[in-house]
């Protein structure tokens, strides 16, 4: 069964610094895996996937994951944060097939202080 | 164009009533997903729809909860006997539902349940 591990449950960096969030997947094959951002009130949206090939990703808002499968990661990397990033992220595995459901980690609260 | 909505967007009521929630896909997507987002915790599926049908109901918690989409575009979560634990934000998404494909899951923004 697949799984997700984001083991920050809060994480709160100055404006202006650089942002790394953890995420650890279980998957018996090569897995599709995704950053999803929620604001309060809000849907989740999608940030970027991997799929295969190019193992760094890039994706919205200056976002990038970089894919390792010998650590079974998937961190997600911002060089510079504004405060806008300020949210819920939730790194999510699915089966390498189209349609499969999602399976998401319990998410990191990204707090961002001047 | 408009993306997936969700009716209604709070809902309160109290320990064992029935309530019904409502997801409205973006137009043409044959598959549906819901997923329940309880305080602190991620997503977790609960029940997913190519077209009519469903073809993954593996992750409804028990047999008070039940979900259809009945002309393949709309659907509608129901719980009978609603109980506290049920508390949640509920989210639908929607995608194309290709096969073969990778196909992006939209989200909603999300109904949230209230049970006292």
């Known amino acids: 069964a697949q799984s997700v591990t984001q083991p920050d449950i809060h994480i709160t960096v100055s404006e202006g610094a650089s942002l790394e969030l953890r995420c650890n997947y279980s998957?018996?094959?090569?897995?599709?895996l995704f950053w999803y951002v929620q604001s309060p009130g809000q849907g989740l949206q999608l940030l970027l996937k991997?799929?295969?090939?190019?193992?760094l990703v890039q994706g919205i808002k200056g976002f990038e994951a970089e894919f390792k499968r010998s650590q079974s990661s998937f961190n997600l990397r911002k060089p510079s944060v504004h405060w806008s990033d300020a949210a819920e992220y939730f790194c999510?595995?699915?089966?390498?097939?189209?349609?499969?459901?999602?399976?998401f980690g319990k998410g990191t609260r990204l707090s961002v202080i001047a | 164009g408009a993306g997936v909505s969700q009716t209604p967007s709070n809902k309160v009521t109290e320990k064992g009533k029935y309530v019904e929630l409502r997801c409205d896909p973006i137009?043409?997507?044959?598959?549906l997903y819901w997923y329940r987002q309880s305080l602190g915790q991620g997503p977790e599926f609960l029940i997913y729809?190519?077209?009519?049908?469903?073809?993954?109901d593996s992750g409804l918690p028990n047999d008070r909860f039940f979900a259809v989409r009945p002309e393949g575009s709309v659907s509608t979560l129901k719980i009978q006997r609603t109980e506290r634990g049920d508390s949640a934000v509920y989210l639908c998404?929607?995608?194309?539902?290709?096969?073969?494909?990778?196909?992006?899951?939209?989200f909603g923004p999300g109904t949230r349940l209230t049970v006292l």
């Open positions: 991997y799929f295969s090939g190019d193992t």
């Open positions: 137009s043409g997507h044959t598959a």
């Open positions: 998957y018996g094959a090569t897995p599709y």
């Open positions: 998404a929607s995608s194309w539902g290709r096969t073969g494909h990778y196909n992006e899951q939209f």
């Open positions: 999510a595995v699915g089966a390498n097939s189209g349609n499969t459901p999602l399976v």
């Open positions: 729809f190519q077209g009519t049908g469903a073809a993954d």
